[in-house]
C-alpha cells in the first residue's frame, strides 16, 4: 500500500479510514532541509480554496503569538524553538525555511514510546493505506508527511487562545469536515487523548455534515497525556495492521482487549463510566501573587470556553429561528448603525481577507462583539425564557462576566473574590448550555 521512490517510502492513503493524532511539545529540535516540498502535505488533499484558507490561518495565527503570553514574562513568538520560524509557503509566504516532516518532527510519546519512532512509524503508517492526520497547535491539521518547520505553539489552558483560535468559525473543523468528504473517509478513530486538543474540532458536526461514523479512544489505564504512549501503540500495533474492512466491522461503545491493554472505542466523546478521565480543572485557591496569576488564567480559559459554547448555542437558535439575528437592527446611540450592519461588515471584511470564504455560509452570528449576545438573547427572550429562567438572573450573570473578561483581557488587576464570584457565573451559564446541548 505504500508508493516508493529511490527505495523511499510514500504517504499515499487509499482507504476510507482516518485516524487523528495529537502533535508534540518534544521535537527533532535539527532545523531540517532546506526547500518547501510540494508533493506533500495536507493540501493536495483538499480543494485549492480550502488549502489558501489553512495557509492564511497558519500565518494568522503565527504573527498572533507575539501577543500569547506562556509564562510570566515570555511570549510564545520567543521560545526557542520559535526563532527561526520563518514565513514560507507553509504559511502564505515566499521566504525558505527548513523543514522535517511530521513523523521526523514529533518526537513525544506517542510518536517514540508508541509508534516506535520515525522508522517504525513510517512503516506502521505508510504501509496502512489508512489516512492518519495530526492536529498541531499552530499548523491546525497536518498529514504524516507534512513539511514542517521548528516551532512550538502549546495548546494549553495557559495559552487557550491557541485553541480559541482554531475553534472560532469552526475553522479547524471545516477544514477536517472536507479532508473527509473528498477523501471518502468511512470511519475517524480518535486518538487525540487530551480534552483540550479533542476539543478543537467539533465533532457533532463533523457527524452532521459528513455522515461519517466517529469513534473516540479511551483507555483502561490512564487518560490524557499519560496515555499518549499507549495510545500510540493501540494505533501501530491495532489499528494501522487491520483492514478497512475489519476496521469498519468494529462494534462501538464496547471494549477492546489488546497485550497492551484494553480500550474503550466510543460513540462520544467522553470515557465510559469506570475508565480513568483527565484531572478536573478548577478554580486554584490563594491569595500570593503567583495564586492570583493561576487563577486569572484559569478565569480566562473558562470565558474563551464559555464564549464559544455560546456561540454554537445562538447559531443552533438561528436554526430554528432564522429572525433571531434581526434582533440586533437596532443601534448602540442615535444615529449609530444597528449593531446587525455593524456584524455585516466585519463579516465582508473576513471575507475580503479570506475571499474563499465567501460561499462557506457563515452566520453573522460568528461576527458579533461580546455585548451583542446580551442584547441578542433580551430581545428576543421568548426564545430564551424557558431555558434562562428569570431575565433579571441572565442580565447579572451575563454582566459579571461582561466586566470580568474587560478586566481580564486588558491585563487590569483583578481582586481573588471577583474570579470567585465571576466562577458562579460561569457555572450557572455552563449548566444552561450544557443541558441545550
Not at 514565513?87 to 510518536?111: H, I, S, T, V, W
Not at 472505542?265 to 478536573?280: H, N, Q
Amino acid at each position: 500500500m505504500t508508493e516508493e521512490e529511490g527505495g523511499v517510502m510514500r504517504y499515499n492513503p487509499k482507504d476510507g479510514i482516518l485516524i487523528i493524532g495529537i502533535c508534540s511539545r518534544t521535537k527533532d529540535g535539527s532545523p531540517g532541509e532546506p526547500g518547501y516540498p510540494t508533493d506533500c502535505g495536507i493540501a493536495r488533499f483538499l480543494s485549492e480554496g480550502k488549502s489558501e484558507f489553512l495557509r492564511l490561518k497558519r500565518s494568522e495565527l503565527k504573527h498572533s503569538l507575539k501577543d500569547i503570553l506562556w509564562g510570566k514574562t515570555k511570549f510564545v513568538s520567543e521560545l526557542a524553538m520559535n526563532r527561526n520560524l520563518v514565513d514560507g509557503p507553509d504559511f502564505a509566504g515566499n521566504e525558505e525555511g527548513r523543514y522535517l516532516p511530521a513523523l521526523q518532527r514529533y518526537q513525544g510519546k506517542f510518536y517514540f514510546q508508541g509508534l516506535g519512532g520515525p522508522t517504525e512509524a513510517m512503516r506502521a503508517v505508510y504501509g496502512s493505506g489508512h489516512h492518519f492526520l495530526i492536529l498541531s497547535g499552530l499548523y491546525g491539521l497536518v498529514t504524516p508527511d507534512e513539511p514542517l518547520q521548528l516551532y512550538t505553539c502549546p495548546v494549553e489552558i495557559e495559552s487557550i487562545e491557541v485553541q480559541t483560535f482554531w475553534r472560532r468559525i469552526d475553522a479547524l473543523t471545516r477544514i477536517l469536515i472536507e479532508y473527509i468528504q473528498k477523501s471518502g473517509i468511512k470511519r475517524v478513530f480518535d486518538l487525540t487523548a487530551r480534552s483540550i486538543y479533542r476539543d478543537l474540532i467539533d465533532w457533532e458536526m463533523v457527524r452532521e455534515q459528513t455522515g461519517v461514523e466517529v469513534l473516540h479512544c479511551f483507555s483502561e489505564e490512564a487518560a490524557g497525556d499519560a496515555a499518549l504512549g499507549d495510545y500510540g501503540r493501540f494505533a501501530r500495533e491495532y489499528l494501522f495492521p487491520k483492514t478497512e474492512e475489519k476496521l469498519l466491522r468494529i462494534a462501538p461503545d464496547a471494549p477492546i482487549v489488546t497485550d497492551n491493554g484494553t480500550f474503550f472505542l466510543s460513540s462520544r466523546p467522553m470515557p465510559p463510566d469506570g475508565y480513568p478521565r483527565e484531572p478536573l480543572i478548577v478554580l486554584p485557591e490563594g491569595e500570593t501573587e503567583e495564586d492570583v496569576r493561576d487563577m486569572k488564567t484559569y478565569i480566562n480559559y473558562k470565558l474563551d470556553e464559555f464564549e464559544l459554547n455560546l456561540i454554537e448555542y445562538l447559531k443552533k437558535k438561528e436554526k430554528k429561528h432564522p429572525d433571531l439575528i434581526y434582533a440586533l437592527d437596532i443601534a448602540h446611540r442615535d444615529g449609530d448603525i444597528s449593531r446587525r450592519k455593524q456584524a455585516d461588515i466585519r463579516r465582508k471584511q473576513y471575507f475580503k481577507e479570506h475571499p474563499m470564504e465567501k460561499n462557506a455560509g457563515l452566520s453573522l452570528i460568528d461576527f458579533l462583539e461580546y455585548n451583542d449576545y446580551r442584547v441578542l438573547i433580551e430581545e428576543r427572550w421568548q426564545y430564551f425564557r424557558d431555558e434562562f429562567g428569570k431575565k433579571e438572573v441572565f442580565v447579572d450573570n451575563f454582566e459579571r462576566l461582561r466586566k470580568l473578561r474587560n478586566s481580564i483581557k486588558h491585563n487590569n488587576p483583578v481582586r481573588p473574590s471577583e474570579m470567585r464570584t465571576g466562577e458562579g457565573a460561569l457555572l450557572w451559564f455552563e449548566d444552561v448550555l450544557r443541558s441545550n446541548r
